[in-house]
């Protein structure tokens, strides 16, 4: 299907060989005879994972599929590699990956490479090599070090002998143009691992530093190969690095690589995570249901502290009919007592959206595993703070109103029932006595009769404050919730329009022209984790707008799963399960 949807054109292959290396002019990638050249390239992945082979060869010859990529329009392949490929080359590629294939079995991996490689370039076809992750296996998640050079399984040294290895048995095939030094660099929280751009000359850690090292030891060998550069933040932010570019020895060979799929930032996965979270969508959305279960303990922690609020209030209300005191209160104290609570209400709403929103927002830029983007993420972070200290107020004027005026303005009209005793015991003391000490008893009763009706009034119009105030809120809270939604259903139409995609792709990748942005891997499935047409067009017409290079991932119809030691469908994949 997607094949047969616009891509942007390419400038076909390069049938001459003597056109090439390519060289970097601005924001494009020129021949030797300063003709523009276009890569349309594709994924082909495979040599990265367990079974050390490109994928399909089970299915369809070699050559078929290179044939096949070419039909297709693509004058270019990003080759991903693992370095256990380059170490372990002793390795026999199983039987299970080269059914079609029977003249490669009992084959090592590396063997199986340089095959893979001939046939593709014999076929003019450029070809740019990756390397893709340490260990040979599935790639990316935030906790894997595979998106850091220097990890437990190889050290930074090791990486660069690949690196060199590769450069130097291909130096003399033109048609190999480069290598793409490290797959989606990102930082490893949970192992405090942080990744700085030109802040140390610290080889394991700080990305320019171990770029300017294995630029130079490529052109020890290799001076005709681009240095494709990722960017960080699972190459994705270049802002850090275009304004401070690595030295390396390489005149016009740098080339930036980005990376962008349809579920990969917040912005393009917010209506999906919106809707889930009032249930309007059901799926395996497993980012907003954590945000989703953090909103939800928000909400009881708002519920316990308003119901607390509330008892208070019904007991001050009520406290007095148990023990027959009247509580009288003036009606400006009510007054201010409802507005107060009516405010802290108000606020408690108020900061939850904040919270909700800012947190669905922060999740997306937790999961781009990268501490440069910390503008955005503090943003978030005020976001929620600002939340916090709204409630909070509304908590203290609220309460503070309603308090501080009770205690100025009520009083208290009435005995208890020991006064009430004590006053009995000494009527009837009295009426023994004189006439007009009868009298005035009788005068008091009248006076407490009087009071009581008082009291009976002042706690009806109490009730009916109370009433009032219950309303009120109920309503403003249903009025907030759905301005709320309003905001939500907005922004939401908001990240599905070209002009987010285009401000926030091109403000992340710095498209000014100083350098080629190559973006190495894009694509949209059928997993339903966001995208669908409306994101593929509009990722077609931003690569046109800026007559970007281009690797789409991948052409694979299936991918290997080690678990279950079989194939899987790949929902990503240009070709289908029987390639």
């Known amino acids: 299907v997607l094949l047969s949807q616009p891509w942007p054109v390419s400038a076909g292959l390069v049938e001459e060989e003597r056109k090439l290396p390519l060289l970097t ?22 040599a990265h994972m367990e079974l050390f082979s490109v994928h399909g060869l089970h299915k369809r010859g070699l050559y078929e599929i290179v044939d096949d990529i070419v039909e297709a329009g693509f004058n270019c392949v990003r080759m991903p ?60 998640n935030a906790d894997s070090e595979d998106g850091i050079w220097s990890n437990d399984a190889y050290s930074a040294e090791d990486w660069i002998v690949s690196l060199v290895y590769l450069a130097d048995y291909y130096k003399d095939n033109k ?29 394991d850690n700080d990305w320019k530093y171990a770029t300017e090292v294995a630029s130079r030891r490529i052109y020890e060998v290799n001076p005709d190969w681009l240095i494709i550069v990722s960017g960080l933040c699972f190459s994705f932010d270049l802002r850090s690095m275009v304004d401070n570019l690595p030295s390396i020895p390489q005149d016009r060979k740098l080339v930036w690589t980005v990376h962008y ?31 989703s279960k ?21 007991a001050k209300m009520f406290m007095g009919f148990g023990k027959r005191v009247a509580l ?50 503090d943003a978030m972070d005020a976001g929620r703070m600002g939340g916090s200290v709204l409630g909070a107020i509304g908590f203290v004027v609220g309460v503070g109103c309603f308090f501080a005026r009770d205690l100025g303005e009520w009083k208290i009209r009435g005995k208890s029932f020991e006064k009430d ?58 009025v907030i919730s759905f301005i709320c ?50 994101w593929w067009n509009q990722m077609m017409r931003f690569l046109k707008q800026y007559d970007l290079d281009y690797a789409y991932w991948p052409w694979n119809g299936e991918k290997w799963d080690n678990s279950t030691y079989e194939y899987q469908n790949e929902g990503y994949g240009l070709v289908t399960v029987d390639w």
């Not at 009995?424 to 009087?450: C, F, P, Q, T």
Request: charged share 25%.
């Open 261 to 291: 799929y349809s579920f990969s930032r917040w912005w393009t996965r917010y209506g999906d995570r919106l809707s889930e979270s009032f249930g309007w969508d059901v799926g395996n959305k497993e980012a907003w249901r954590r945000v």
């Open 485 to 534: 939604l309003l905001i939500a259903s907005s922004l939401a139409d908001k990240t599905s329009t070209y002009s987010m995609l285009h401000d926030e792709l091109k403000s992340k990748w710095v498209i000014d022209g100083t350098a080629p942005v190559l973006v190495g891997e894009f694509g949209s499935g059928t997993d339903g984790l966001g995208g669908g047409e409306d």
């Open 175 to 203: 048609y190999v143009i480069g290598m793409d030094l490290r797959n989606e660099i990102h930082d490893v929280k949970k192992k405090g691992r942080f990744i700085t751009w030109g802040e140390s000359n610290d080889i």
């Open 328 to 377: 009288v209160p003036r009606k400006n104290s009510v007054m201010w007592s409802g507005w107060g609570l009516t405010f802290f209400l108000w606020c408690v709403v108020a900061a939850v959206g904040l919270q909700v929103g800012a947190k669905s927002i922060r999740e997306g830029y937790d999961n781009a595993g990268c501490a440069i983007m910390a503008v955005e993420a």
């Open 25 to 46: 002019s601005g924001q494009r990638l020129v021949d030797q005879q300063g003709n523009h050249v276009k890569l349309a390239c594709v994924n082909w992945y495979g």
């Open 421 to 478: 005793k004590e006053k009995g015991i000494e009527m009837k003391e009295l009426e023994a006595g004189e006439d007009n000490d009868r009298e005035r008893l009788s005068s008091a009763e009248n006076s407490d009769v009087e009071a009581a009706a008082a009291v009976e009034k002042t706690t009806g119009d109490l009730c009916d404050l109370a009433v009032y105030f219950f309303v009120l809120n109920l309503v403003v809270t249903l």
């Open 294 to 314: 953090k909103s939800k303990e928000w909400m009881v922690i708002v519920g316990v502290a308003f119901g607390a609020v509330v008892g208070i209030v019904g």
């Open 81 to 140: 590699y693992s370095l256990d490929l380059t170490f372990k080359s002793n390795f026999v590629v199983p039987d299970v990956a080269l059914t079609a294939n029977p003249e490669l079995k009992g084959k090592t991996g590396l063997e199986i490479f340089h095959l893979t490689m001939k046939a593709m370039t014999d076929k003019n076809l450029m070809v740019f090599l990756n390397n893709h992750n340490s260990v040979a296996a599935w790639c990316c």
